[in-house]
């Protein structure tokens, strides 16, 4: 309170001072600063004075320069003209001469004296306009011997260039008459063979502007009272023009009639600005004003060296003597007035610093509260970051000088074995040296470094972490430590190595799974030989004696494998519900094993129940590709052609590959595989709407090839084919990659549809992961399984689909109530949506059994907190029938067609 009392009066004290003092202390200077002020007043309006007679006196040369330039112009074209009209009379040369001669004496001359010539050929002067007596002695002479040779260069140019207007600038003399500056122009009459000149005397035609210019500065005045006025020193020295005499001038701008004082005045001013180009000038005076008196005077003189005149102007000193004093009284009253006003303002001053004093002490109180409040709440943030978070700080040399209590317990070190070690006391041996340069490299310069690292804690456990560090700076930004923080994601790492072990294993056989498969066939030899197996009526018999026999079924066939093919080079797979593979590394006798194989298997039955002995019979049919490009799309060819053809084994041969159905894959392959380069496997969105509101409120994500004609092609036609092969897991990433840039900044819910066989890739789980963190839409994300009715067990799926609900995704079951198994599983799912399958919503209302199968399934759905959309609705019927059993959600072209990123409508904020 006291340092801001004292402020405030030091304040109002020092306003004070250049408010009262300075102007009391001013009030003495007030004379000599009024009297410098009028004189640079004064000086400047004799300078501008003088100089803008100088821009009048160029401005009028140059227009006078244009008159007569014109001048000549119209009497080059007048002699052309007449010449023209003479040469159409058909006259003799000589008369033709005379006339034209004739014709141009009696032109009138406007802006100064002119004259003219005529040459022939030969460069003879035939005609010449000139007054003076002795110019007939110089006609029929050349024009190079005569007083007009000057202008002989101007007659050449005029005969070698006939069809231009030549112009030409120089100074005459003409028999003892001062040199001048002449302005000549000259044409070629082709009818005459002759060259026509014109002259004008410039220094005669500037006089009449020299003569204009001194009787207005005669009369012009300037200045208070019209005291200013200008006098011109002319050629010899002498005053021709004295505005403040009578008369002025003369008419013929002789020297004025002046006092021996007046003429050397002259002389000297002369000189001066000769010398100086522009100069300022004190001397004594009469004054005109003053019945003569002799005063003090300042001039201001310029040198024009065109006319060699000297301007000049001035202003006696004592003029002004009433007007300094009225100056000087006003300034004193204006510091006079400073001083009463600063009186005021000091006053007011010390009552406002008191009023601040006592705001700025309540305010200083409310900071204090507010900074108690804020240090508590960092005491909080500090508090949660400590439990949550490993925290440590270093030097500007990466020495630890701090460590909290989760640090020391996952390191193992206490704080004492820490501080004032390198922060590389934890690094591990196969971190690369370049994480941490790239580390420094950010943050010595100011910027926030994140990653993850493997670290070694004390006694060499391994531990990983996902870390921030950043530097603490000053407020100039000059660093003074950093800070670290870090999670503990060493469980989290070691459950993504089971999970992707997981992926890579069918969890029922225990053998490989379809992705791993087409990873081992992809990095394999060029020999390889597959074999895919497939049970006869598996889904007939999974269906008569339930899930759990089927299980054992398929792990039955899955050890016999294990069995006949252990200790060989083959590599077992299962790639989804009843089908198996068997890849060999070289063909061999591949074909043989094959077959003895099923020789053997079929000796045995299957035993479902060893109490009661009976026995289920099991066939295999086998389809085989060897050396193959596309082994996986072959092998299942073969396999298919068995089928059809009902034998047990069957190779893939030329046969196969010439068939339609090869053919169309082959083609299918090529065709997306081209696509995919070129970008035109595209994602389509198709909306679905709320129907209780009719509003926009999802779309779901369709696989769309753009063929060359830019028409879109149904994923029917080259789905199916493309799932046998690599660039399946590719066209799945194209289409995460796609919906998710496109929603980044829309609020709605959008969902990408996955197989199961998805779900069990490890690179497709990661990208989702990582493309829906990357572009912010995990939340707005949902999964929509398909082809559901292929699991056999769930466990690997259930993984996976647990772990991305726990990341924020939503899940959806698609093509719901089309199975005979999805009611098995639909409650371990715990899925979020359930989508009725299209071939039951088209029928709605044709069947009572299928409305009332939907009916079950709704009310089955919302019992278990689920959300039901119908699908296909193309009517006005079929959305009235669901919605009036209770669907949630309508999609089909009743409401549109799947659409282009760029033709979709906007949607409202998701409210679910």
């Given amino acids: 309170m006291i340092a801001t009392v004292l402020t405030s009066t030091f304040l109002a004290v020092s306003v004070g001072y250049f408010l009262i003092l300075e102007p009391l202390a001013s009030m003495k200077g007030n004379v000599e600063r009024v009297q410098e002020r009028y004189s640079e007043q004064r000086r400047q309006l004799i300078c501008d004075n003088v100089e803008r007679v100088i821009t009048q006196i160029q401005v009028s040369r140059q227009q006078q320069y244009d008159h007569v330039h014109q001048e000549l112009e119209n009497k080059v074209a007048l002699a052309r003209r007449f010449s023209e009209t003479l040469s159409s009379l058909k006259l003799p040369v000589a008369l033709h001469l005379k006339q034209l001669a004739c014709a141009l004496a009696d032109t009138h001359w406007i802006h100064g004296r002119g004259s003219y010539q005529i040459v022939d050929s030969t460069y003879r002067i035939v005609q010449d306009s000139c007054a003076h007596p002795q110019a007939a002695e110089h006609l029929d002479q050349p024009i190079s011997t005569s007083p007009r040779s000057v202008l002989l260069p101007l007659v050449q140019k005029s005969f070698a260039q006939p069809d231009k207007v030549q112009w030409y600038e120089t100074r005459f003399n003409y028999d003892g008459e001062p040199q001048s500056r002449l302005l000549s122009t000259a044409i070629y009459l082709d009818e005459l063979k002759c060259v026509l000149l014109v002259n004008m005397n410039l220094d005669d035609a500037m006089k009449q502007v020299q003569k204009e210019l001194i009787v207005a500065l005669a009369g012009e005045r300037y200045g208070h009272d019209n005291y200013g006025y200008y006098y011109i020193v002319g050629p010899q020295d002498r005053m021709i023009l004295n505005a403040s005499l009578q008369p002025p001038y003369h008419d013929d701008l002789s020297p004025l009639d002046l006092s021996r004082d007046d003429i050397s005045l002259s002389r000297h001013l002369k000189a001066i600005s000769r010398r100086d180009g522009a100069a300022f000038y004190r001397y004594d005076y009469s004054n005109p004003t003053r019945e003569g008196a002799i005063e003090e005077k300042l001039a201001y003189v310029v040198y024009y060296p065109d006319w060699n005149w000297t301007i000049g102007t001035g202003y006696y000193l004592g003029e002004h003597k009433k007007e300094l004093v009225a100056g000087i009284a006003a300034a004193n009253r204006e510091s006079q007035d400073k001083i009463n006003r600063g009186l005021w303002l000091l006053v007011l001053n010390l009552l406002f610093g008191l009023a601040v004093a006592l705001y700025v002490n309540r305010h200083i109180h409310r900071i204090d509260h507010k900074r108690q409040a804020h240090m508590h709440e960092l005491e909080q943030y500090h508090k949660l970051l400590d439990l949550s978070c490993m925290v440590s700080k ?7 000088t701090y460590t ?22 934890f690094r591990h041996p196969s971190t690369p040296k370049k994480v941490f340069k790239e580390l420094w490299d950010t943050i010595q310069s100011g910027n926030v470094w994140r990653g993850s690292s493997k670290n070694l804690g004390k006694g060499g456990k391994p531990f990983y972490t996902q870390q921030v560090i950043m530097p603490i700076t000053d407020d100039r930004g000059t660093i003074l430590e950093y800070i670290a923080a870090r999670y503990d994601i060493t469980e989290l790492l070691e459950k993504r190595e089971q999970l992707q072990l997981a992926f ?19 990095r394999g030899p060029q020999g390889q030989c597959l074999a895919l197996l497939d049970m006869v009526s598996f889904h007939g018999v999974n269906k008569l004696y339930g899930t759990p026999v089927g299980d054992r079924i398929l792990k039955y066939i899955g050890e016999s ?9 083959a590599t077992l797979y299962r790639l989804n519900a009843d089908v198996f593979g068997v890849l060999m590394p070289s063909d061999g006798d591949f074909v043989g094993q094959m077959t003895r194989f099923l020789d053997q298997f079929s000796r045995e039955n299957f035993c479902l129940d060893e109490t009661e002995g009976e026995e289920i019979p099991i066939t295999l049919t086998c389809g085989v590709a060897c050396r193959q490009e596309n082994l996986l799309t072959c092998a299942d060819s073969a396999l298919k052609g068995a089928k059809r053809a009902n034998q047990r084994l069957l190779i893939y041969n030329q046969d196969l590959a010439d068939s339609d159905e090869y053919k169309q894959k082959i083609y299918w392959i090529d065709t997306v595989q081209q696509a995919m380069t070129e970008g035109r496997l595209v994602a389509y969105y198709q909306p679905i709407v709320d129907l209780a509101s009719g509003q926009i409120r999802k779309f779901e994500t369709l696989m769309r090839l753009i063929d060359k004609e830019g028409k879109p092609v149904a994923p029917g036609l080259f789905l199916p084919v493309l799932k046998q092969t690599q660039f399946y897991a590719y066209m799945t990433h194209a289409m995460i990659e796609q919906a998710c840039s496109f929603f980044k900044d829309k609020p709605c819910h959008f969902s990408i549809n996955f197989t199961v066989d998805d779900l069990l890739r490890k690179e497709t789980i990661q990208q989702i992961v990582d493309t829906a963190r990357r572009y912010d839409v995990l939340e707005r994300l949902v999964l929509e399984i398909v082809e559901t009715e292929n699991i056999q067990n769930y466990d690997q799926a259930l993984d996976t689909i647990n772990y991305l609900k726990g990341l924020g995704c939503s899940i959806s079951i698609d093509d719901f109530g089309s199975g005979y198994s999805n009611f098995s599983y639909l409650t371990q799912v715990q899925a979020d949506v359930i989508k009725i399958d299209g071939s039951l919503v088209q029928e709605i209302n044709k069947d009572d059994r299928t409305r009332e199968l939907i009916s079950s399934i709704v009310q089955f759905a919302h019992r278990s907190q689920m959300k039901v959309v119908a699908e296909f609705i193309d009517s006005e019927e079929i959305l009235q029938a669901v919605k009036g059993i209770g669907c949630d959600f309508g999609q089909g072209y009743y409401f549109s067609p799947p659409l282009a990123a760029s033709d979709i409508p906007p949607c409202p904020v998701h409210r679910d």
């Fill in 394 to 400: 270093g030097d500007l040399k990466g020495h630890i």
């Fill in 404 to 425: 909290n209590a989760s640090f020391q317990r996952v390191t193992g070190y206490t704080a004492e074995e820490m501080l004032g070690k390198p922060h590389n006391l």
């Fill in 504 to 522: 890579s294993t069918d969890t029922l056989t225990a053998l490989g799974s379809r992705f791993k498969l087409l990873k081992e066939i992809e």
């Fill in 561 to 569: 494998l294990s069995l006949f093919f252990g200790g060989s080079k």
